[in-house]
């Protein structure tokens, strides 16, 4: 229970954290990471992405989505 607690506000805390790098609400930084598949990529890596700080988290996330038809830079 602990560990979806753990990924649930890591998830939120991203979602956050990329809203405020690309001047978006948490709303609008969800739907766009929803749509180009920025949210796959945090739940499918968590294991991964939760030991790297948020920048890093932000630029991977920005990137990716980038590849996948995203327009944020």
């Known amino acids: 229970m602990d560990n979806i607690k753990n990924k649930t ?36 890596f968590y294991d991964v992405m939760h030991t790297l700080s948020f920048k890093d988290t932000t630029e991977d996330l920005t990137a990716f989505c980038h590849r996948n038809g995203g327009k944020l830079v």
């Open 9 to 44: 506000e890591y998830l939120i805390a991203s979602i956050n954290e990329f809203a405020k790098r690309h001047k978006l609400t948490d709303t609008q930084a969800y739907r766009y990471l929803k749509r180009f598949r920025g949210m796959e990529m945090l739940e499918r």
